[in-house]
């Protein structure tokens, strides 16, 4: 069942991205059919190292896969994570939170890949505070590009930009805005992306402990008339599992079932169907395995 973090007055309200979290997690979040198959591993050494490895294959193109290594010492507020993927890309990141000043996170993010001898270095600070979050985000070795948003929050209401800024260019990239009001039962948010171009709404409700449902509705302003529409629910079987089901207006239909077989064990299985063209080879299945200890 998903949670809702509520920002009071004075809480710390959600980053930009997540505005409108619980009805894209509703409407996105457990559906399997996305890959053919997925695993992910995750373990913690004696020492306090943390490890994650992920696999997936694709309905269409090439396995994929990473191993991620992460060592915390909460104490001092550091934390280095190494990560190689199946890309042959190395990446370092190094956090310091809440050090440099009360409510600030940064971290430093660096990506090699061996074959093209190519480097990309990323700086990225998080600012939190009572009814208010802000991000920014710094491609170092690229533009250098900036990428800021921020959000402010007030019992129960938000509202907040997003913009990028190519410093090489001088000029705006991107800019974006929302609005959003969450309340113990149910959240609403309305999104501005793409340069104010591409409108959403949504809406997510918790019915009772055991029911979600949530809808999205999109509007391109550039692509015509045409309004894009999703709904979709969960049901919480029992304390160990869910069923999710999902439909959009062209008329593809997802179905999803997660069960926790054991403590530390996970499994899910997804399908897709395109019910206007049931006897097309377009579904897809999807299935998922998690291992934690």
Not at 48 to 60: I, P, R, T
Not at 117 to 138: C, S
Request: proline fraction near 4%; glycine fraction near 8%.
């Amino acid at each position: 069942m998903a949670t809702l973090d509520l920002p009071k007055t004075g809480a710390v309200p959600p980053a930009f991205s997540d505005i409108a979290k619980t009805s894209n997690d509703l409407l996105n979040k457990d559906f399997y059919h996305t890959t053919a198959s997925k695993i992910d591993v995750k373990s913690k050494a004696p020492n306090g190292v943390s490890f994650n490895v992920k696999g997936q294959s694709a309905h269409e193109g090439p396995t994929s896969g990473s191993i991620e290594a992460k060592y915390a010492d909460p104490p001092s507020g550091l934390s280095l994570t190494q990560m190689w993927t199946t890309a042959n890309i190395l990446q370092t990141k190094v956090e310091l939170d809440n050090k440099i000043a009360n409510g600030l996170k940064a971290e430093a993010v660096t990506d090699f890949t061996p074959k093209s001898q190519t480097f990309g270095a990323k700086l990225n600070l998080y600012f939190k505070q009572p009814n208010f979050n802000a991000r920014a985000f710094f491609d170092v070795l690229k533009g250098p590009v900036a990428n800021v948003d921020c959000v402010l929050g007030h019992e129960g209401f938000l509202v907040g930009a997003e913009a990028g800024y190519d410093a090489q260019k001088a000029a705006l990239t991107k800019y974006a805005a929302a609005v959003g009001y969450t309340q113990p039962e149910y959240t609403a948010a309305i999104t501005a992306s793409n340069n104010l171009s591409i409108f959403a709404a949504s809406y997510y409700h918790k019915v009772n402990s055991q029911v979600e449902a949530g809808a999205k509705a999109t509007w391109d302003s550039k692509a015509g008339n045409n309004v894009g529409l999703e709904v979709a629910s969960k049901y919480r079987l029992d304390p160990s599992s869910f069923a999710k089901a999902k439909i959009n207006d062209r008329g593809i239909a997802a179905l999803a079932y997660n069960i926790k077989l054991r403590p530390g064990v996970t499994t899910g299985l997804g399908v897709s169907l395109d019910t206007q063209n049931l006897n097309e080879a377009a579904h897809k299945v999807g299935l998922s395995f998690e291992f934690e200890g």
